[in-house]
């Protein structure tokens, strides 16, 4: 039981590290992480899926506004990248922040093509995003029913 | 004495006798016709008178005498006098006793009067004795006063010079006065014509003066009359030779050229004439501390006329007063030229001054210009950099084939070079200006250097270079100072020692120093109570350096020329920047090379202040629990739009063990907020105003200070422009989203110590 706990974690360390070099994630991933205690055991869990809900709702309402190519309310696709970048910037979702960055820039300079590119970028990272934290998230259930506990990752 | 002819006595005898009876026989014929006349008693009458005046005569005399001596009582001779008077009064006697015997007398009469002359006779034979001893004295008196008369007199005319010597040092004083009461040069020329005219009663007064050429004097001004304009003379001629050649006043003919100022007609007795040299004195000639050379002095020439037709001649006095005017006039036209001189030098000045003051304001203005132009260049040229920075590395993410990865990563090195070159360049001109400051924070040394290593390493592999990291036993390891700086500095130096190193090992030293003795000669190293130096040194045993070219390493763009050196890159202003933020350490930079090919040592010391506490504040570390802060049951209230955002801090902050309520719009923020809340963490990050104008509408709701909440700001970005926004809409705090763990906790606990907060940045 111990070998398939220790393997378990082993897993987990590694596949969260493997996440944080790849720059899918970043510190604020392991500040969120630090704030899950007994008290709240699913609060990155429920943070995480609330991300994601808001990223699918953002980029369709920016999908929306981007469709018509005559008129393009720039200014609520602003919006949109602003809130994503938020979001994405307190779940510590590096590389989904990234493209957020270089979305703002084409719609500041409302470039049309520029920001359907992003935004299809933007689709991409969250999703791959999730799929790995969803990967993550079930390794960690495996530990919690194999009886372990999470082990804590040091990123440095 | 009465001639008493013996035959008239005789006679007389005879007829007493024919009256007596005195015998005829002794009568004798005389030879003297001697009429018996009637006639005989007038000249008996005569004679008695005569005898009696004599006698009155000679009795007075000795009385007038005797009173006016008594009178006087200077007279010395008293004895003289006593004896003088004894010889008249005996006289007088003899002549009055002679008038008894003009008729028969007595032979007590004759007794009488043979007694008198007697007298009479040794008095005056002693008086004339004496005579001869007191006359001479008599004589020699009256040669004294003769002499003492003179000496009188010779007095009286010394006395009458020397009045006229103190009337002219008057007459001089005057002048001088006069002269000097002006600095201006006409008005002194013209003053001393006219006092002198005045004074010596002159009738012209002219001053000449050499001209710009030196070879001819001008007459320059006249006191009486208009002088023809260019009326000059040349400057060798005999007479003018003979004044300069002395500094007395000279009397010259009345005919010579420079006398003649006034068209002659034969009539005149002309006056006579002196001229004199006035020197002038060019400030060219003075030295310090040295006298002007009198030979190459220029003088001007004042002649001056007495009236013609006046028998009147020089006198000494007036000539020495002459000489003392010229002399003064010499010293005031100086004084005049000095000052003129000096208040053409403060006009100088002043001008100079005017000029520098613009000129500094242009520098101003430029310097100005430049770092509005520098900043928003600055912002220009950061945006696409960071844009083509931030879409490179993504696209290197993605899926590449060789060749694209290869152009992609070139791309993405250039431009970080190029943004490298920018940061410099800014840092630079900002440090050159002097307007950079440290921005100081607590870190850890020993953690900053592992970074370095690590950020080094990479290269330092590729290039098989092994580095060593020794940090002495004693160095702090929290400390205070630049930490960003610090680490530009560090990786500067290590970075150009694996530029440079082809093979051998790299050794990074640091400690701290206490003796300055490899330091450069001045500079004492001097810890004080809470700072103290660390010493980083950096050994490589690549190319070296030539000694003579290490002054230049630390000028900007200045390289040395070896070609290894040039295709390593680099722009040059790496060591400049690192040198100047050492200078701004107050600590000092220079390295120690053996030759080309021998490695070389980079040493710098910089001063860093000794924190007390171990806070960290930078890399956070994973806690392995969670600590609780002394939170528990702080009631705060969380405003942010963004419902990710919104429950990240909520967690942070129930982490905490705050009491947390949420809201999502800036109206319902107004309505939910109470007393109760202590603290209200707003987002701030959607672009305009609005957001702050709850912060205002809080100040408004809770007018006493201790009951409203402190009001904090969550934001994106922490330019000086957010802060001062923040500031001026009473916030008490701004927060760099996303916050950690840690962060957030100093934040608060420093918040409630001290309700205000602006450096969690």
Not at chain 2, 220 to 228: I, K
Not at chain 2, 729 to 734: C, H, I, N, R
Request: charged residues 20%; proline residues 4%.
């Amino acid at each position: 039981m111990n070998n398939v706990v220790a393997q378990l974690q082993r897993q987990f360390h590694d596949y969260l590290v493997s996440l944080y070099q790849q720059g899918f994630l970043d510190n604020q991933f392991s500040e969120l992480r630090k704030l899950q205690d007994d008290g709240t055991p699913d609060f990155v869990a429920e943070v995480v899926s609330l991300f994601f809900e808001d990223c699918s709702k953002l980029i369709n309402t920016m999908s929306r506004s981007l469709e018509r190519p005559e008129n393009v309310d720039f200014k609520q696709v602003d919006s949109g990248v602003h809130q994503l970048k938020g979001s994405s910037s307190s779940v510590g979702a590096r590389r989904v922040k990234n493209v957020c960055i270089s979305f703002k820039e084409c719609c500041d300079v409302q470039n049309r093509e520029g920001c359907i590119r992003c935004l299809q970028q933007v689709d991409y990272e969250y999703k791959m995003l999730k799929t790995k934290l969803q990967d993550l998230f079930n390794l960690e259930q495996q530990i919690l029913q194999a009886g372990g506990t999470i082990p804590q990752v040091d990123i440095n | 004495m009465k001639h008493n002819h013996p035959l008239a006595k005789e006679g007389r005898e005879r007829e007493r006798e024919s009256r007596g009876k005195i015998p005829i026989h002794m009568m004798e014929v005389c030879n003297c016709i001697e009429p018996q006349w009637p006639a005989d008693e007038l000249l008996m009458k005569y004679q008695y008178i005569s005898d009696f005046f004599i006698a009155v005569a000679y009795f007075s005399i000795p009385l007038e005498l005797i009173y006016f001596v008594k009178k006087s009582a200077v007279f010395p001779y008293r004895w003289v006098l006593v004896q003088f008077g004894a010889f008249i009064v005996l006289c007088g006697a003899t002549h009055l006793i002679n008038l008894w015997t003009f008729t028969t007398h007595s032979r007590t009469v004759a007794l009488v009067m043979t007694t008198a002359k007697v007298l009479t006779a040794v008095v005056s034979c002693a008086t004339a004795l004496m005579l001869v001893h007191i006359i001479p004295d008599l004589l020699s008196v009256k040669t004294r006063e003769l002499f003492l008369k003179n000496k009188a007199a010779e007095l009286d005319r010394e006395m009458g010079l020397i009045r006229t010597q103190e009337e002219t040092g008057r007459h001089v004083r005057m002048l001088t006065h006069e002269i000097r009461s002006t600095l201006d040069r006409h008005t002194i020329l013209k003053t001393t014509l006219v006092e002198l005219g005045r004074t010596l009663a002159l009738e012209e007064c002219a001053l000449w003066m050499p001209t710009r050429t030196g070879l001819e004097l001008q007459l320059s001004y006249t006191l009486r009359q208009q002088h023809p304009v260019n009326y000059t003379v040349p400057i060798q001629l005999p007479v003018i030779n003979q004044v300069f050649g002395t500094s007395r006043a000279v009397k010259i003919s009345p005919n010579s050229p420079v006398a003649r100022l006034r068209p002659v007609s034969g009539k005149y007795l002309l006056g006579e004439v002196v001229a004199v040299r006035v020197p002038l004195l060019h400030l060219s000639n003075f030295q310090i501390n040295d006298w002007p050379e009198l030979s190459t002095k220029r003088y001007a020439l004042m002649v001056l006329m007495l009236p013609s037709d006046s028998a009147r001649q020089w006198h000494v006095h007036e000539l020495e007063l002459v000489e003392v005017v010229a002399d003064q006039v010499a010293v005031a036209l100086s004084h005049a030229a000095i000052l003129e001189e000096s208040m053409r030098a403060r006009d100088l000045l002043m001008e100079q001054n005017v000029a520098l003051d613009l000129a500094r304001r242009e520098a101003e203005t430029a310097i100005r210009a430049r770092n509005d132009f520098l900043a928003v260049m600055n912002h220009e040229m950061r945006t696409p950099m960071h844009a083509i920075i931030a879409l490179s590395s993504l696209l290197q993410e993605t899926e590449l084939t060789p060749e694209q990865r290869l152009m992609v990563e070139t791309v993405l090195k250039s431009s970080s070079l190029l943004a490298t070159l920018m940061n410099d360049v800014l840092d630079l001109s900002r440090l050159e200006d002097g307007s950079l400051q440290l921005e100081l924070g607590t870190f850890n040394l020993h953690t900053l250097f592992r970074e370095v290593l690590n950020l080094i390493k990479p290269i330092a592999v590729v290039k098989k270079l092994p580095i060593t990291l020794n940090l002495a036993p004693d160095l702090p390891e929290f400390v205070v100072g630049d930490e960003k700086r610090l680490m530009q500095i560090i990786l500067n130096i290590v970075g150009n020692a694996v530029k440079f190193s082809k093979q051998g090992s790299i050794s990074v030293t640091a400690l701290v120093t206490k003796s300055d003795n490899r330091a450069p000669p001045d500079f004492f190293v001097v810890p004080t109570g809470s700072h103290f130096y660390l010493r980083v040194k950096v050994k490589d045993l690549g190319a070296g350096i030539n000694p003579q070219d290490i002054p230049k390493l630390f000028t900007k763009f200045a390289q040395t020329q070896s070609l290894a050196t040039r295709s390593s890159g680099g722009s040059g202003l790496g060591l400049a920047i690192s040198k100047r933020f050492v200078n701004l350490m107050e600590g000092n930079i220079w390295i120690e090379s053996d030759g080309v090919g021998k490695g070389c040592t980079a040493i710098f010391d910089v001063k860093l202040g000794i924190s007390n506490e171990s806070k960290q504040s930078g890399i956070p570390k994973v806690p392995v629990n969670p600590q609780p802060g002394n939170f528990a049951g702080l009631k705060v209230l969380v405003m942010d739009e963004n419902g990710v955002s919104r429950m990240v801090t909520k967690g942070l902050l129930v982490h905490l063990g705050c009491e947390v309520t949420t809201v999502s719009s800036n109206e319902e923020c107004l309505r939910v907020v109470s007393h109760e809340h202590k603290v209200v963490f707003m987002d701030v990050c959607m672009p305009g105003v609005e957001n702050y104008q709850i912060a205002l509408r809080i100040h408004e709701k809770f007018t006493k200070r201790h009951q409203r909440p402190l009001l904090v700001a969550l934001t994106g970005n922490t330019d000086k422009s957010t802060k001062e926004k923040c500031m001026s809409f009473g916030l008490d705090g701004v927060l760099l989203k996303p916050v950690s763990l840690d962060n957030m906790r100093n934040v608060l606990s420093d918040l409630l110590e001290h309700r205000v907060l602006y450096e969690a940045m």
